[in-house]
């Protein structure tokens, strides 16, 4: 039987800075370039059809470049381990190359699975790190001259003129296991999102250098125009259309500014979380420092579950009576983008003023964040909710929120119509209409919800609530240990900057 090699595609969807395609182009070997839509994880709860339908524009997008040279990719509906026992019947597996997912639980149980397979039956099983992220590190000491070391290395050239591709045949058991038809609601273009693949993501990336760098600090906060002078490329990033490290090469020839050095500190950023992820993957289930999962369950046994899913409904919709939540939430719905700004709030909006689980708010976000990449998304959910004991507590006033970053209201009006018609200042406030003016905006102001809470009272009982927790010696005691684990990249100042 023939030996063969396996480039194995999952969050890294391009073609540019692959280590695992350059070595399978080094091999000589034929190799099956594949991505597999797994059964096994497709009823996973942080997955929504926009993340397929962006991975389904990606693979196109790639399949199409690959035919340009010759080449092929195949796409199969069947769990990996399924593929691999079925293509051993016909092939001798030499070598899985893939880059390290840092992932759910769902996919690093079905990673773990893989690499027992591959010790059973002699694949040789590579996996490289696509992020400035060390597996299995623990602790501040060494990521800074680790992630700086990864960041500076040249991109990887691919070269595919090496490369020869496996084109399975009618006969072999793998080809029936060949993605036949998609789901209708992955293949259908929605104009309000951004589309997927690498050719698209390079576009972005220049368009950003070029045009909207230079203007990237004033807008970043602002929910209106931080849609159009943001980078926008974290969906690129999340699913490996564009690789950090290329990112980060494309900005080298710039003269410094102070919105190229903005930039640069999120990018860094973006690896620092994810490390932490990485590092104490538990996260995706239990608070960071281990006291608050007492403290929030007691809490949560005096509330009204009615009440509660009432809140959650009215938060999750885009129907809370608070006009920027609603229209951040309502944007994130229709678009699947807020800054990063506008996140925090609706976390902090959701844990402390509404109480809410922290699991549900994590998991309604992750379906609804195009973008979403578990290593940001649950380092952030922690701190955000108030669950480290040692990070800056963030009780988001949306009034105040509202009255900073978009004191025209341009974004409230555009995704909470209701309010168009009021005068500015009740767009933002609009429970503080006079008995006149609700004479004069009747009919307006029935079409828009009564606020779910108020937001001065809740802002009061949640900072008592959070810094007594915080202050308890359970919690305290907790955090020397996580200081230790946690790993550093960044100066505090450092970090604040780069969470503004």
């Not at 926008?232 to 003269?255: D, E, F, I, T």
């Not at 108030?386 to 990070?391: D, K, L, R």
């Amino acid at each position: 039987m023939e030996l063969i090699d396996i480039v194995w595609l999952k969050r890294d969807l391009r073609l540019q800075d692959h280590a695992p395609l350059a070595m399978a182009c080094q091999s000589g070997r034929r190799t099956l370039v594949c991505y597999c839509f797994e059964p096994s994880l497709l009823n996973d709860p942080h997955l929504h059809s926009s993340h397929q339908r962006f991975i389904v524009e990606s693979l196109a997008d790639l399949s199409g470049q690959l035919k340009q040279q010759g080449l092929s990719l195949q796409v199969f509906w069947c769990d990996f381990i399924t593929l691999l026992e079925s293509l051993s019947e016909n092939f001798i597996l030499q070598n899985l190359y893939s880059h390290e997912e840092i992932g759910v639980m769902s996919t690093f149980q079905r990673d773990q699975a893989v690499a027992r397979w591959c010790r059973t039956h002699g694949v040789h099983w590579q996996e490289i790190p696509q992020y400035a992220v060390q597996r299995g590190h623990r602790g501040r000491s060494g990521w800074r001259a680790f992630a700086d070391q990864f960041l500076k290395q040249p991109c990887c050239q691919v070269q595919l003129k090496q490369l020869t591709t496996l084109q399975l045949q009618s006969e072999h058991r793998a080809y029936s296991l060949k993605c036949q038809q998609l789901p209708r609601l992955w293949l259908s273009r929605n104009p309000h999102y951004q589309p997927g693949g690498e050719q698209a993501a390079q576009q972005q990336l220049q368009h950003f250098i070029d045009e909207r760098l230079e203007q990237y600090s004033f807008h970043i906060s602002k929910p209106h125009s931080s849609r159009q002078f943001s980078s926008r490329l974290s969906p690129y990033l999340a699913y490996g259309n564009l690789s950090v490290r290329s990112v980060l090469h494309a900005l080298k020839p710039l003269p410094a500014s102070r919105h190229r050095r903005a930039f640069y500190s999120r990018m860094r950023w973006h690896c620092h979380f994810v490390q932490k992820f990485e590092s104490d993957c538990r996260i995706e289930f239990e608070p960071l420092n281990p006291a608050y999962q007492r403290l929030l369950a007691e809490h949560q046994q005096q509330l009204d579950p009615v009440q509660q899913q009432e809140f959650f409904a009215a938060w999750a919709e885009g129907q809370t009576g608070l006009p920027l939540v609603d229209a951040c939430m309502r944007a994130l719905l229709s678009t699947g983008f807020v800054n990063f700004r506008m996140r925090a709030m609706l976390v902090s909006v959701a844990c402390h003023h509404l109480q809410l689980d922290w699991k549900a708010v994590a998991l309604h976000l992750a379906q609804h964040f195009l973008d979403f990449d578990p290593g940001i998304h649950y380092p952030q959910i922690q701190m955000q909710a108030g669950m480290t004991g040692f990070n800056t507590l963030r009780i988001y006033n949306p009034v105040q929120q509202s009255l900073k970053q978009d004191a025209e209201t341009r974004f409230i009006t555009e995704f909470v119509p209701e309010l168009r018609d009021f005068p500015t200042a009740l767009r933002h406030q609009p429970w503080l209409m006079t008995p006149l003016e609700a004479q004069m905006f009747a009919d307006f102001a029935e079409g828009y919800v009564k606020p779910v809470v108020d937001i001065q009272a809740t802002g009061r009982a949640a900072r008592e609530r959070l810094w007594r927790w915080r202050e308890s010696p359970a919690v305290q005691a907790a955090v020397p240990r996580l200081l230790r684990t946690q790993v550093s990249g960044f100066s505090a100042q450092q970090l604040a900057s780069a969470q503004e």
